[in-house]
């Protein structure tokens, strides 16, 4: 089992930056965000390995950094440039299998942080 905790979320102007942050009880092989907007099915915004290699959704690339502590077990997502779509709630996902990329099931969830843009 792995649990997940995401904090960071809330509310921005449009052009403002947040950084989410998702806390592990453990290390796994795959970690990334996903995001729910009203009415809309969850997308997945970004994934990271355990060797550091990353894959992002083309709406937050250039914008959105995925990155890891591993001494804190610690997930971190950097959002730059947020724009109103970016509003959703975020999740946090954990996978023990590759490849790691947003489009493949993952196994542990976090309970989501709110992002809210605002233009």
């Given at each position: 089992q792995v649990q997940l905790m995401e904090s960071g979320g809330g509310s921005v102007q449009a052009g403002g930056s947040l950084r989410l942050s998702c806390a592990a009880s453990r290390s796994n092989?795959?970690?990334?965000?996903?995001?729910?907007?009203?009415?809309?099915?969850?997308?997945?915004?970004?994934?990271?390995?355990?060797?550091?290699?990353?894959?992002?959704?083309?709406?937050?690339?250039?914008?959105?950094?995925?990155?890891?502590?591993?001494?804190?077990?610690?997930?971190?997502l950097q959002m730059n440039s947020l724009k109103p779509e970016d509003t959703g709630m975020y999740f946090c996902a954990s996978d023990g299998r590759g490849p790691c990329s947003t489009n493949q099931t993952y196994d542990y969830w976090g309970q989501g942080t709110q992002v809210i843009v605002s233009s």
């Open positions: 092989y795959c970690m990334g965000w996903f995001r729910q907007a009203p009415g809309k099915e969850r997308e997945g915004v970004a994934a990271l390995d355990m060797y550091r290699r990353t894959n992002y959704a083309d709406s937050v690339k250039g914008r959105f950094t995925i990155s890891k502590d591993n001494d804190k077990n610690t997930l971190y």
